[in-house]
C-alpha cells in the first residue's frame, strides 16, 4: 500500500506549500482539495508527490446546468493535474459549499436521476481517458458531515462506477463516511475492490488520526493485505493534537 495525507487537515498553522512540503518529507503522498485557491507554481516546484486533488469546481451529475458546469470544470482541472503530475481526480455527488453542504441539496434520488448520473459520469471517464488520468467518485455521510447530498453512501458510489465501467472512472472509498453510514467495512472493502481507486480514511467519532475513535484500523489493514490492496490508503483526517504522532499513529496502523 502506498499512504497518503491531505494537507488540508494536517499543519494548519503553516501556509499550505509548506504543509505539504512537511508531509513529503515524511515519505508520504499528498492530497488536495480546490486547487483553484492554490498556488499551483509552487506547489509544482515543492518536490513533493500528488497522489490525489479536487476534480471539479462546481456542478452536479444530474441537471443540464450543472453537467456543463461539472463537465467544463473537470477539464480545467485535469490541466492542473498535468501540472500537479497527479493522477487522481476527486468527485462527488454534487457541488459542495464551503461548510461541506451540497449547493443543491437532494431528498429523494429519483430513476431518472440515477440514468442520467451514469451518463454524466460515462462523459467524465471520456474526459479521463483523454488525459490519461483517473477520476475517483468518493461516498460520503449524510448523518454528520454532508445532509442532503445524492449519491452518498458507499453502495451507491460503487453501483455508479460499475455501471460506467471504466478504468477511469473509480471509488474514493472513504471509510470515515462509510463507517457513520453504512459500516461493516471489512465486507464492503471485499465487495468493493474491483472498484476501488483509493481508500481514505480517518477514525469516528471526530475524524481524526487511527486510533483515537471506534474503527479497528489494525483489522482493516489487515484486511487490505488479505485482499491484495496495494494502492493509496490516504489520511483525510484532523489531529487530534500533534500532527506528526497524528502521522506517526497512521503509519503504524498500515504499514507491513
Not at 26 to 46: F, P
Not at 219 to 227: F, G, M
Amino acid at each position: 500500500m502506498i499512504l497518503a495525507a491531505s494537507a488540508e487537515m494536517l499543519y494548519l498553522e503553516l501556509p499550505f506549500v509548506e504543509r505539504v512540503e512537511r508531509i513529503a518529507a515524511r515519505g508520504l503522498h499528498v492530497e488536495i482539495w480546490n486547487w483553484s485557491t492554490k498556488d499551483i507554481d509552487a506547489l509544482a516546484s515543492c518536490g513533493a508527490t500528488f497522489s490525489s486533488m479536487t476534480g471539479y469546481l462546481d456542478g452536479n451529475l444530474t441537471e443540464p446546468a450543472g453537467i456543463e458546469r461539472l463537465l467544463s470544470t473537470a477539464s480545467e482541472s485535469l490541466l492542473v493535474a498535468e501540472a500537479l503530475d497527479c493522477p487522481r481526480l476527486n468527485l462527488h455527488g454534487t457541488g459542495l459549499d464551503g461548510n461541506g453542504l451540497p449547493v443543491r441539496p437532494v431528498e429523494v434520488v429519483t430513476p431518472a436521476m440515477w440514468l442520467t448520473a451514469v451518463q454524466t459520469l460515462r462523459s467524465i471517464a471520456a474526459l479521463g481517458e483523454q488525459a490519461g488520468r483517473v477520476f475517483t467518485l468518493e461516498n460520503l455521510n449524510l448523518a454528520v458531515d454532508h445532509p442532503g447530498t445524492p449519491f452518498a453512501k458507499a453502495s451507491d458510489t460503487r453501483a455508479l462506477v460499475r455501471a460506467v465501467d471504466s478504468p477511469y472512472l473509480k471509488m474514493n472509498l472513504d471509510l470515515y463516511h462509510a463507517q457513520i453510514g453504512e459500516g461493516n467495512l471489512i465486507a464492503l472493502l471485499e465487495d468493493s475492490l474491483p472498484y476501488i481507486g483509493e481508500i481514505q480514511v480517518a477514525d469516528v467519532p471526530g475524524r481524526c488520526e487511527p486510533g483515537t475513535g471506534e474503527i479497528n484500523f489494525p483489522a482493516i489493514a489487515a484486511a487490505l493485505r488479505r485482499i491484495g490492496y496495494t494502492g493509496i490508503v490516504g489520511l483525510e483526517g484532523w489531529a487530534s493534537g500533534d500532527p506528526d504522532s497524528a502521522l506517526d499513529a497512521f503509519v503504524s496502523a498500515f504499514e507491513m
